[in-house]
């Protein structure tokens, strides 16, 4: 049975027993909501067992030149050397955890709950903030009604096979596609707790059921730049499982089942093609065609 997850169910949610933490909030109070006349942010960074990328994520946040910024960080049990990367930076992290958690979704549902910016982002493990995202994101909300105002920007995305294109987020796009890149969204804290969060239904795409719940009762604009980078696809990349979650979230939202089955086959056929090309090492061949679209 589907069923979406709120704010208020995470706010009483109690903690994993085997739950650490650090960051400034837990040595002393910060009322960053005050701190200014500028709007607080938030950014989640979601992570588990990432020691090869997170350092150069929590730099890029670190690094942003926008005064009322809160940092929190999300790890799921980390079994290497993640958490010591974290703990090097406590300093400048306003809060983080550690514990095991129900996959990416419930972290990122966490993270949500825990902020207390008036506009929030989620930016995963591999993934990087270019110099000045935030003063953009900030300018541009500032300059809208706020209300269910959703900013975004062109991701940069580079697959593991080295092809690199930009991802454009056009939300006229969203009832086809996942037209709009979650690691350059930036969501007001309202807009969460009109809808709800991101449903545990759903391993990998539970971002894009999300957009598909709210965009015919939002307003999304766009900074005409690259401001993130993402890294080489991770859960998502698992296409075959990504595959049969596309299957139930179409027949959800009132597609017909059959037709979706049809599609899904389509899409089946497809991967495994893919999968045949990946094995002759020609796949990038392939990429670099399909990804052009993005850059035209």
């Not at 005050?34 to 992570?47: D, F, G, K, Q």
């Not at 958490?83 to 090097?88: A, G, R, V």
């Not at 593991?160 to 086809?176: A, C, Q, S």
């Amino acid at each position: 049975m589907y069923q979406t997850s709120t704010l208020d169910r995470y706010y009483h949610q109690s903690p994993h027993l085997n739950r650490i933490e650090g960051g400034k909030r837990t040595h002393v109070f910060l009322d960053k909501k005050r701190a200014c006349n500028l709007p607080l942010i938030s950014i989640v960074t979601i992570v588990r067992n990432s020691e090869e990328y997170i350092e150069r994520t929590i730099k890029s946040v670190i690094e942003q030149t926008y005064q009322n910024l809160e940092y929190i960080i999300i790890d799921g049990d980390s079994t290497d050397q993640t958490l010591n990367i974290i703990k090097k930076y406590s300093n400048k992290i306003d809060y983080w955890l550690s514990e095991p958690d129900r996959g990416i979704y419930d972290a990122m549902n966490k993270g949500i709950a825990l902020a207390s910016g008036e506009i929030i982002a989620v930016l995963n493990a591999g993934d990087y903030y270019l110099p000045n995202t935030v003063e953009l994101v900030i300018a541009l909300y500032q300059a809208s009604d706020k209300k269910h105002t959703l900013i975004a920007g062109t991701t940069q995305v580079t697959t593991r096979h080295g092809v690199t294109y930009n991802y454009v987020p056009i939300l006229e796009n969203i009832d086809k596609r996942m037209s709009v890149p979650q690691p350059s969204l930036f969501i007001p804290i309202e807009t969460y707790k009109c809808f709800g969060l991101y449903s545990l239904n759903y391993r990998i795409i539970s971002d894009y059921d999300f957009l598909l719940r709210i965009h015919k009762n939002i307003r999304l604009l766009c900074i005409p730049r690259v401001i993130t980078h993402m890294a080489p696809m991770g859960a998502s990349g698992n296409y075959f499982v990504k595959n049969i979650e596309l299957h139930r979230l179409r027949v959800s939202h009132g597609a017909h089942y059959l037709y979706s089955i049809m599609i899904m086959l389509i899409f089946f056929l497809l991967n495994c093609l893919r999968f045949m090309l990946e094995k002759m090492g020609i796949w990038w061949m392939a990429e670099k065609i399909i990804y052009k679209k993005y850059d035209s």
